[in-house]
């Protein structure tokens, strides 16, 4: 067993109640990981208003994480969550595994949780290496393999992994974040090809500068950059969570049969020039 750590808060439990409307996600449970904030909490919001069931994947923000089960659980589904540790990579696996003896089951696992360190090469430290390829990297392989066991016993599923533009475009001082990043990429490419005949889907979003987190707060510091950074956007606006939200609920969805080792790019165009 992998060490793992458990935020110390109370597991938000309600049983599914009846629905008169049909949902996309009726009957689906899933479990989605960096739940606390920003997409992550987002994405569970929107899958447990589809009537999916939820367990949220956090890390230390025990406050944010319990909002987003509450939030959920209002939604009319059973909804629970914990904290763990995703630096030390062997938590991903067990997050996965007691969403699923939480939910009765596995039918959608979204990868969101991750990290930033941007520094240059020379300034990187071996602590900080180790640090992002646990938490980038090392965790999906955890998460996506222990989701694959439940899920090709059933011979159906959706993977969804969150890459990053940052895993397209290389960029200076930035070295150790983009290649965590383009691997979150490659290794949804293989298992597209390794899980496909076995009935799973694997994707991944590639979104860029999201208007949520450390990256309002940042924003929000420095007007000047702020605005350059827009700039360089051909949209000329920031991502939102909702809309991410909104595209993993299509990837994800019943009516999603037949796209599989798909990037999706959802950066405002940034990768396309």
């Avoid at 293989?190 to 076995?198: K, R, V």
């Amino acid at each position: 067993m992998g060490a793992r750590w458990r935020a110390d808060f109370h597991l938000f439990h309600t049983e599914r109640q009846e629905h008169m409307d049909i949902k996309i996600l009726a009957g689906k449970r899933a479990v989605v990981t960096g739940a606390s904030s920003g997409m992550g909490a987002a994405i569970a919001r929107r899958f447990a208003a589809e009537g999916a069931d939820i367990w949220a994947v956090g890390g230390a923000d025990a406050e944010g994480l319990n909002k987003t089960v509450e939030d959920c659980a209002e939604s009319g589904v059973q909804s629970g969550g914990a904290g763990y540790d995703f630096s030390r990579a062997r938590a991903a696996e067990d997050a996965v595994r007691e969403g699923a003896e939480f939910l009765g089951g596995l039918d959608i696992l979204v990868n969101c949780a991750g990290g930033r360190v941007f520094k240059g090469i020379l300034d990187i430290t071996d602590d900080e290496i180790d640090f992002m390829y646990e938490l980038n990297t090392k965790s999906l392989f955890y998460s996506c393999r222990e989701a694959a066991r439940i899920m090709t016993r059933q011979k159906s599923g959706h993977i969804l992994n969150m890459g990053s533009v940052a895993g397209i475009q290389a960029s200076a001082d930035r070295s150790l974040y983009c290649t965590t990043k383009a691997a979150v990429h490659l290794l949804t490419k293989c298992l597209a090809l390794e899980l496909g005949p076995l009935g799973i889907q694997v994707n991944c979003l590639a979104p860029g500068l999201v208007d949520s987190g450390r990256v309002k707060v940042r924003l929000a510091a420095n007007p000047e950059y702020a605005e350059k950074r827009i700039s360089q956007i051909p949209v000329r606006r920031l991502g939102d969570p909702e809309n991410i939200a909104s595209t993993t609920l299509f990837i994800v969805s019943p009516e999603n049969k037949f796209m599989n080792g798909a990037i999706v790019s959802i950066n405002g165009g940034v990768s396309a020039g």
